[in-house]
């Protein structure tokens, strides 16, 4: 069954990158809350990339599905106390806003890893609710990344806010998409800007998303967090 939806979400996806003139942008399954069941079921039926929050319920998954060969995101914030375990856990980490995080991850991803992912996350619309740097601070946050060789800077993630006029929602992609190729011209290993989620994604692909973050599309309605 999430096999069906995971291909209804995979043609979604194709006509609204085709609808924009756009290359179809890459699927993170966002498993947060979800049981390792899940997400060994959609890993059966092809998804590959699955995005987590919390460190420490993604270190359980991550170690049962051991055997499946995925790849792991980070999407959640990451406090500093938890960079080595995540340093170690993850393929990807989307969320690094702050200087003290690029010399922890790097200094604790272990030397028979490949290079840790790394996204910037920008505070788009400026929300106090939100992490995130601010649009200013992304060529410096990224000079730094790019310099760290345990790392591998892949571009930029947001998560606008979900603002009820859609033409303000626009302007948020577009400034995440004129900071992106900013960022593209500065540095070659730049290809990713992640964004886009169950309610906002055909309108995040229109704006130049690379990559959409997608949970209640595919899995259905999350259980709430254990306290
Ligand atoms: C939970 C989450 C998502 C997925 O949200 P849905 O609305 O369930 O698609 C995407 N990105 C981030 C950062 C999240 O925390």
Known sequence: MLADTLSETLQHLENAAKAAHRP????????????????????????????????QEAQAKIGELAGMDLEWHLIGHLQSNKAELAAHLFDWVQTVDRHKLIGALSRYRPADHAPLNVLVQVNIDDEASKHGCAPDEVAGLADAIAA?????LRGLMAIP????????RIAAFRRMQALQGALAARHASVDTLSMGMSEDYPL?????ATMVRIGTALFGARPSRPA
């Not at 760290?148 to 591998?152: G, S, Y």
């Not at 806010?161 to 303000?168: E, G």
């Open 148 to 152: 760290e060789p345990r790392l591998r």
């Open 161 to 168: 806010a979900p603002h009820p006029d859609t033409a303000r």
């Open 204 to 208: 995040a692909v229109a704006h130049g």
């Open 24 to 55: 179809t942008p890459a699927l993170l399954a966002v498993s947060k809350l979800q049981p390792a069941s899940a997400v060994a079921e959609l890993a059966r039926a092809g998804q590959r990339a699955f995005g987590e929050n919390y460190v």
